[in-house]
């Protein structure tokens, strides 16, 4: 049975080490869907009940941003990075261009 989109993007966020961040676009263009940011954020907003857990709060805009927090409900999108290390400040993960994890780069074969 072949995994759907989502399934796939899963996969790949799962692999994004802890204190490490990606982006919705750099995962859409891992998978060969160059310009399907959007749908890899829709996929991260319905990981909620997979099994394995998706850590969807590694997975930020592509300027370091949490769009997404308000999907977590308050500030546990935030609090979880910090709890992995990641500096936040006014929603921008801090020295994000370090921090960040292209699996393009990282699961290079």
């Known amino acids: 049975m072949e995994d759907n989109f989502f399934d796939r993007v899963y996969e790949v966020a799962r692999l994004i080490p802890p204190g490490r961040v990606t982006s919705y676009g750099a995962i ?3 998978l060969g869907t160059k310009g399907s940011s959007r749908m890899v954020g829709y996929a991260m907003q319905a990981c909620g009940k997979a ?3 998706v850590p969807a709060h590694r997975v930020v805009n592509r300027q370091g941003l949490l769009t997404a927090k308000f999907h977590f409900g308050g500030n546990l999108m935030e609090q979880l990075l910090q709890s ?3 500096k936040v400040m006014d929603d ?3 020295n ?3 921090l960040f994890w292209d699996p393009a780069v990282e699961l290079a074969l």
């Open 51 to 53: 099994l394995p857990p």
């Open 96 to 98: 994000f261009k370090t």
């Open 92 to 94: 921008q993960v801090q």
């Open 28 to 30: 859409a263009s891992y």
């Open 84 to 86: 992995e290390g990641v």
